[in-house]
């Protein structure tokens, strides 16, 4: 997407993070001394995430509200006009959450929605495979037969962690390394010792492995 003034002399490049001018180029007049700008926020996943960005935006000098759509993944402020707007994108930038502007053919677009969708059949896959073995364990299975369907349980488990797993951990490391939280932080720690612990249990002969919870959580 690109937007020019009348004169011709600015354009906006949709993937990058506009500046302070650009802010005022794009954003629309709403009467009493209000304008609004809508930004594309793709890393918002949450509760926690619409919480964090609508508090910290909500207390930026002249900032008059600020709402986030999780469906569209836009973030709406309205600020009382001044010479300049106040620093909307640098804000998100230091909460993790890169922002553009928001443009509804890149939204129809969602490369997210693909790889979640990818990540669904991934994980569904592979937890109705491990139910499977799961329900021969369940079943008496013992010694060497128990170990080989834990194993198999084990491998078939491990793209699913990488694939759809991936999504959660990236998000928690993004909110803990900017020091907050969102609900992928549990997911994340909660699928990971899952696996680790059955992983464990696999390699010292273990009555018990939770693969099948791991990979289930993912899928649901």
């Given at each position: 997407?690109?937007?020019?003034?009348?004169?011709?002399?600015?354009?906006?490049?949709?993937?990058?993070?506009?500046?302070?001018?650009?802010?005022?180029?794009?954003?629309?007049?709403?009467?009493?001394?209000?304008?609004?700008?809508?930004?594309?926020?793709?890393?918002?996943?949450?509760?926690?995430?619409?919480?964090?960005?609508?508090?910290?935006?909500?207390?930026?000098?002249?900032?008059?509200?600020?709402?986030?759509?999780?469906?569209?993944?836009?973030?709406?402020?309205?600020?009382?006009?001044?010479?300049?707007?106040?620093?909307?994108?640098?804000?998100?930038?230091?909460?993790?959450?890169?922002?553009?502007?928001?443009?509804?053919?890149?939204?129809?677009?969602?490369?997210?929605?693909?790889?979640?969708?990818?990540?669904?059949?991934?994980?569904?896959?592979?937890?109705?495979?491990?139910?499977?073995?799961?329900?021969?364990?369940?079943?008496?299975?013992?010694?060497?037969?128990?170990?080989?369907?834990h194993w198999v349980s084990a491998l078939v488990a491990i793209p699913?962690?990488?694939?759809?797993?991936?999504?959660?951990?990236?998000?928690?490391?993004?909110?803990?390394?900017?020091?907050?939280?969102?609900?992928?932080?549990?997911?994340?720690?909660?699928?990971?010792?899952?696996?680790?612990?059955?992983?464990?249990?696999?390699?010292?002969?273990?009555?018990h492995a939770y693969f099948d919870a791991s990979?289930?959580?993912?899928?649901?």
């Open positions: 997407m690109t937007c020019c003034p009348p004169t011709g002399e600015l354009t906006l490049a949709s993937d990058a993070a506009p500046s302070g001018d650009e802010l005022l180029l794009t954003s629309r007049a709403l009467g009493d001394g209000l304008r609004q700008i809508d930004l594309s926020v793709p890393a918002v996943h949450c509760a926690a995430c619409i919480h964090t960005i609508e508090s910290t935006l909500g207390k930026l000098p002249t900032v008059d509200s600020a709402r986030v759509n999780l469906s569209t993944k836009r973030v709406s402020v309205r600020w009382r006009e001044t010479d300049s707007p106040p620093p909307i994108v640098a804000t998100l930038n230091t909460l993790g959450y890169a922002a553009h502007l928001f443009d509804e053919d890149a939204t129809a677009n969602d490369g997210t929605l693909a790889e979640l969708i990818r990540a669904l059949a991934v994980s569904g896959f592979a937890a109705g495979n491990i139910m499977l073995l799961s329900v021969s364990v369940w079943a008496g299975a013992e010694g060497a037969t128990r170990d080989l369907f699913a962690f990488a694939f759809a797993g991936c999504i959660y951990i990236r998000s928690a490391w993004n909110a803990l390394s900017h020091g907050r939280m969102n609900m992928d932080v549990p997911i994340a720690l909660g699928i990971s010792l899952a696996y680790a612990m059955s992983l464990y249990e696999t390699i010292n002969h273990g009555e990979v289930s959580l993912l899928f649901f």
